[in-house]
Each structure stands twice: as structure tokens, then as C-alpha cells.
């Protein structure tokens, strides 16, 4: 994948499986926005073999687009709009019910006051919230999150927690791009570096120590 003249990702390989979830950690630039967007059919890659959700991005990626849930730096939200068109609009455009809207709302816990205000006034917290729920009511086979905690109260934070653990758990797949890896190591499945657009899998802590005390055992004998 280039980003003007220079490759941000080169070599990278991931694979990721239905009912996973995934931390990307790094260092800024390394290429974890980069992957996401790739991954939700924003971004066209340049080489390599790129399939999401059985989807060849080279050739359809446009087709992936509703059946990801993506959340990135910018909300991807209508500023014009108040926090229940914007639902009701993306909603409809994923094909989902209106009951699957009005559940998203609620599962985020939105206060209510909120639905008639445009989200050009929202907090970064509320816009946030809205656009994890706009995220949550197309019920996505792949969820790509990219600092979901940022702005967030602790509340909101939780609230996150469970839907990366709810979503992998119904058989979802999950990326997480994250600094915050206390918080977010709990409640995923396995970590990926991404560095020097590399992608380099990390072993559990507890997994680190298993190898590092066998290893000690080895040179003791």
C-alpha cells in the first residue's frame, strides 16, 4: 500500500478468522489506520493478495463496505444532521430494521436528549458514541476499530469493551488499533505489531513467561 511515494504497509500479513478479535498496536505511522481502511474497502492496495470477507478488495472492494462496521479518527458522521438522522440514514443504507437502529442507540446508551441535536455539537464522547452505534446497527460481519476508547467516559469505555468481546463472541471478526493496550489486551483474542509496515504477532504475557521460564529450565540442565 502507497502513501505518496513511500509504502506504508510492505509485507504485511494478516490473517484473521470468523469469531477472533485482534489488537493492532504500533507506533504512530507504523500503518494501523492504514490496515484498517484497506481492510474496509477505502483504500485500494497496490500489491500482494488482499481478501476480506471473501471479497478480492483488487477487484470489489466497494462491496465489503456494508458488511464492516468501521470506526476511525473522523465519525464518517453528517455534522447537519441530528444524532437520529444520522442512524436512520446509515441504518437504511445498510439495510437493517428500524428496531436494529433503535437497539444500536441504546446498547451505546445515548441519552435520549441527544436525538435532536445536530452532531456538529456534540462532545467528542457523544459523536463518539453516535458513531459506534451507527457502527453497531449494520451488525457487521468485520468490525474495524481505530481508537474506539479515545474521548470516551468510563462508561463509554465499557461499553466498548463489550461489543468487541459480544461481537467476536456471535462470530464476528474484530481489529482494534490501539495505544491503549492495558485496556484493550484483556478483552481481545491475539496481539499483531504492526512496524516498518510489517506485521509481527505477539505472544500473551503469560505465554512470554511460559517460554522464558522453559527456556531458563533448558539452560539450567
Known amino acids: 500500500m502507497l502513501l505518496g511515494r513511500f509504502p506504508a504497509l510492505a509485507g504485511a500479513t494478516l490473517l484473521v478468522h470468523a469469531g477472533e478479535s485482534v489488537l493492532l498496536e504500533g507506533a504512530n505511522g507504523a500503518g494501523k489506520s492504514t490496515l484498517l481502511r484497506l481492510c ?3 483504500l485500494r492496495p497496490e500489491s500482494g493478495t488482499a481478501v476480506v470477507l471473501g471479497t478480492d478488495l483488487f477487484k470489489n472492494r466497494r462491496t465489503v463496505r456494508p458488511r464492516v462496521g468501521y470506526v476511525g479518527h473522523a465519525s464518517m ?5 441530528t444524532v437520529a438522522e444520522n442512524l436512520r440514514f446509515w441504518a437504511r443504507a445498510a439495510g437493517v430494521s428500524e428496531s436494529q437502529e433503535h437497539a444500536a442507540g441504546e446498547r451505546m ?8 441535536v445536530p452532531v456538529k455539537s456534540l462532545s467528542a464522547g457523544q459523536r463518539r458514541r453516535t458513531a459506534l452505534a451507527v457502527a453497531a446497527a449494520r451488525r457487521p460481519e468485520l468490525w474495524l476499530l481505530d481508537e474506539p476508547h479515545a474521548g470516551l467516559d468510563q462508561g463509554g469505555r465499557d461499553i466498548v469493551d463489550s461489543l468487541i468481546s459480544d461481537a467476536a463472541a456471535a462470530g464476528g471478526a474484530v481489529l482494534v488499533a490501539s495505544h491503549e493496550l492495558d485496556r484493550v489486551e484483556p478483552v481481545v483474542d491475539r496481539f499483531v505489531t504492526v512496524t516498518g ?5 505477539r ?4 505465554e512470554r513467561a511460559a517460554r522464558s521460564a522453559t527456556s531458563e529450565h533448558g539452560h539450567a540442565r
Not at 197 to 201: A, F
Not at 203 to 206: G, I, Q, S, V, Y
Open 197 to 201: 509496515g510489517l506485521t509481527v504477532e
Open 109 to 116: 446508551e445515548i441519552d435520549r436528549r441527544l436525538y435532536d
Open 77 to 81: 458522521l453528517y455534522d447537519d444532521l
Open 203 to 206: 505472544p500473551r504475557p503469560t
Open 40 to 42: 474496509a474497502g477505502l
